[in-house]
């Protein structure tokens, strides 16, 4: 047997983060955001304007905007 046999397959990976992220009170979803959205986020000051275009900038700045707007600290993992 060699390295790469013990390797989980990558569904395998996918699955396990799927219930890591359950365990842990998350949930995962995709959505789509309006420009004018991602606007928004640097206009208020959570998103520099020029990590518009990046999609973990942009995911920390929604993060920071949820966490703001509900009052709730998370203890995010991110």
């Known amino acids: 047997m060699n390295e790469l046999d ?3 397959s990558p569904a ?3 699955m396990r983060l799927h219930r890591e ?3 842990n009170g998350m949930r995962s979803l995709w959505i789509e955001l309006r420009v004018t959205e991602i ?3 640097v ?3 959570l998103l520099k304007a020029e ?3 990046d999609p973990h900038a942009i995911r920390e700045a929604l993060y920071e905007y949820l966490d703001q707007t509900f009052g709730i600290g998370t203890g ?3």
């Open 12 to 14: 395998a990976e996918r």
């Open 39 to 41: 606007e928004a986020l």
């Open 43 to 45: 206009r208020i000051g």
């Open 51 to 53: 990590t518009r275009n």
């Open 76 to 78: 995010r993992v991110r």
């Open 21 to 23: 992220r359950r365990r």
């Open 6 to 8: 013990l390797r989980p």
